[in-house]
């Protein structure tokens, strides 16, 4: 089955700030087959009409516009880097990389440790409780994230996904 065989459809909210090249999730749809992409492990998944966004978020894209999206998974990952102090009252002095990856079935919020992505709350934390709870956390693009991480544990690729 190739793309052309599907209906691609971007979801796209103006209150987040997404558009059809930088959307909140991408599903496809083949006569009464739908489904929907996971940004966390980067398969297709069986959706259903019950969690099929609302019309007026969904913007309908050609197989072009998803093949293009597909070979740019960065675009659907947002980083932060926190930088902490103990001159400040942190608990630690230290630059951490934080990455939310969502899908319509579940939301990973890690940050890099040592060697690798490990899950947090920070950033939902961040998110919902406001800039006063982790006044540092700032959004990064991925190179920025891979420079930091490099910088701080030497490791390089971590932002590959």
């Known amino acids: 089955m190739n ?3 599907w209906q691609y459809i971007a979801i796209v909210s103006q209150a987040a700030r997404e558009t059809a090249e930088r959307p909140g999730a991408l599903w496809r749809r083949q006569g009464d087959v739908l489904e929907y992409l996971s940004f966390v492990d980067w398969t297709w998944h069986p959706g259903t ?3 099929f966004p609302l019309p007026s978020l969904q913007v309908t894209i050609s197989a072009e516009q998803a ?9 659907f ?3 932060w880097v926190l930088h902490e102090s103990r001159a400040k009252g942190d608990p630690s002095d230290g630059t951490f990389v934080y ?15 040592n060697t690798e992505w490990t899950d947090t709350t920070e950033i939902h934390d961040f998110l919902v409780g406001g800039p006063h ?5 700032k959004p990064i693009d991925a190179a920025e994230a891979e420079r930091i991480i490099q910088e701080t544990t030497g490791v390089v690729g971590a932002t590959d996904l």
Do not use: C, G, I
């Open 67 to 75: 093949e293009e999206l597909l070979a740019d998974r960065q675009r």
């Open 3 to 5: 793309t052309d065989d």
């Open 49 to 51: 009409e019950r969690y």
């Open 133 to 137: 709870d982790v006044p540092d956390l």
């Open 99 to 113: 990455r939310r990856l969502s899908s319509p079935d579940r939301l990973a919020e890690q940050y890099f440790w």
């Open 77 to 79: 990952v947002k980083y």
